[in-house]
């Protein structure tokens, strides 16, 4: 039994080590990005190396990481507009998780790069749509939709996902991280 109990707290610790990781990575991702924060990059990691409650919490923990630095770095406005967007943001990224979940789950008897892929293009599409949808009610899809600029955020995305496996493969080789299911786990 307590060889079970020692267990568990290393399991503990690996799980919160890589979220507060992730959660860190994306902070320097989101500032070097000039606030892009790659939602849909994290969503598919999670969804392949994740629990759904490690998942969750890990989005949301970028989500508010990058709220607070929106409002203290970038010096974003504090109207209701604003706060509005920023609740549109965390829907659309818990879309993302969602729809790479389902991706994943779908394919898991595919080799790693498809079920990769499939996760990221799901999270991408889903988080792109909860914020087009959100711009029916909040405006600003002229810009925020235009081609050159969804494809500079599919670009973001794509190279953060690829160094975020990275950074899984790191935090797996020094024990940060704990080798998990190609798909979401319940729990």
């Known amino acids: 039994m307590g060889r079970t109990r020692l267990i568990s707290r290393h399991d503990g610790f690996q799980r919160t080590a890589w979220i507060v990781a992730l959660i860190a990575a994306s902070a320097l991702l989101t500032c070097s990005w000039a606030c892009a924060t790659p939602f849909a990059a994290l969503a598919?990691?999670?969804?392949?190396?994740?629990?759904r409650r490690d998942a969750f919490i890990a989005v949301m923990g970028v989500w508010l990481v990058n709220q607070a630095l929106g409002f203290s770095i970038l010096a974003y406005p504090t109207d209701g507009l604003t706060f509005a967007w920023g609740g549109a943001i965390a829907v659309a990224a818990l879309l993302a998780l969602v729809a790479a979940s389902v991706a994943a789950t779908g394919l898991r008897r595919t080799s790693l790069i498809v079920q990769a892929g499939a996760a990221f293009l799901a999270a991408f599409a889903a988080y792109e749509a909860g914020l087009y949808a959100a711009t029916f009610a909040l405006g600003g899809a002229e810009a925020a939709f235009s081609q050159p600029f969804v494809a500079q955020i599919?670009?973001?995305d794509v190279i953060s996902f690829v160094a975020l496996l990275a950074?899984?493969?790191a935090a797996?080789?020094?024990?940060l991280a704990a080798p998990a299911p190609r798909s979401l786990a319940p729990a």
């Open 44 to 51: 598919a990691l999670g969804a392949l190396n994740m629990t």
């Open 154 to 156: 599919f670009k973001v």
């Open 167 to 169: 950074l899984h493969r």
């Open 172 to 175: 797996l080789a020094i024990g």
